[in-house]
């Protein structure tokens, strides 16, 4: 089943105590992304990958690290988590086809509820 | 910051028809408005997008403007599990990477 996959599905921690959160998926996407969505502010993009070893900065990156050793996956590194990173995080992947076309669908994991003490 | 303008919420009754407007006054030529929804806490979902035409597919329908500055999703007939957030971006591959979401629109099935 294509799909993709986020772990933990929830994760408690205490500041200062570094985590990873891992994504995976198997449709051979080039595109992979990180979101974090929090009460009242919607979707805000954290990192995104167009291909392996190619990451860019989203529009809250703060706090965060990326990496894309490999084209399936795309873990998400909070190197010193902090109580204002508690949220629910969203990993997602497309593939991408055609520079300056419609760009394709996203396909979303089913989140990761992370609270940080 | 978003491109696209969402009411914050909405309500239809069960069995209408569903329509959510977004704006997107500043949008380019080649860039193309896509619809997602949330339900609950779930990951958002695809449902349409569309450059210019209007399009339909199996879950809704897509109008866009001829100046392209704003678009309407439709549900044709709305039911209960319709109930979700519906975010209204605009992209175009390869150069708006970013994929910016938004806060999107609460709709409300009243049954």
């Known amino acids: 089943e294509a799909q993709v996959t986020q772990n933990p599905r929830y994760l408690i921690t205490v500041t200062g105590k570094k985590l990873t959160v891992t994504c995976s998926q198997n449709m051979n996407h080039e595109y992979m992304s990180w979101y974090r969505q929090d009460p009242g502010l919607g979707l805000r993009q954290i990192y995104y990958s167009m291909n392996v070893e190619v990451t860019d900065k989203g529009d809250v990156p703060e706090g965060y690290k990326v990496s894309r050793k490999e084209k399936r996956n795309f873990p998400l590194i909070l190197e010193s988590p902090s109580p204002n990173q508690t949220s629910l995080y969203f990993c997602?992947?497309?593939?991408?086809?055609?520079?300056?076309?419609?760009?394709?669908?996203?396909?979303f994991g089913s989140g990761t509820q992370l609270s940080v003490l | 910051d978003a491109k696209t303008t969402q009411p914050t919420s909405m309500d239809c009754a069960e069995g209408r028809a569903a329509n959510l407007p977004c704006n997107h006054s500043t949008i380019s030529g080649n860039e193309y408005v896509y619809w997602y929804r949330q339900i609950h806490s779930q990951g958002p979902q695809y449902i349409i997008h569309g450059l210019k035409n209007n399009e339909t597919n199996e879950m809704a329908s897509l109008i866009i403007t001829e100046d392209r500055k704003s678009s309407t999703l439709i549900l044709p007939h709305a039911t209960l599990r319709d109930t979700a957030v519906y975010y209204c971006?605009?992209?175009?591959?390869?150069?708006?990477?970013?994929?910016?979401f938004g806060k999107g629109t609460r709709l409300h099935i009243l049954p």
């Open positions: 997602a992947s497309s593939p991408f086809r055609d520079r300056g076309g419609p760009g394709e669908k996203l396909f």
């Open positions: 971006i605009v992209r175009v591959a390869g150069r708006d990477d970013k994929i910016i």
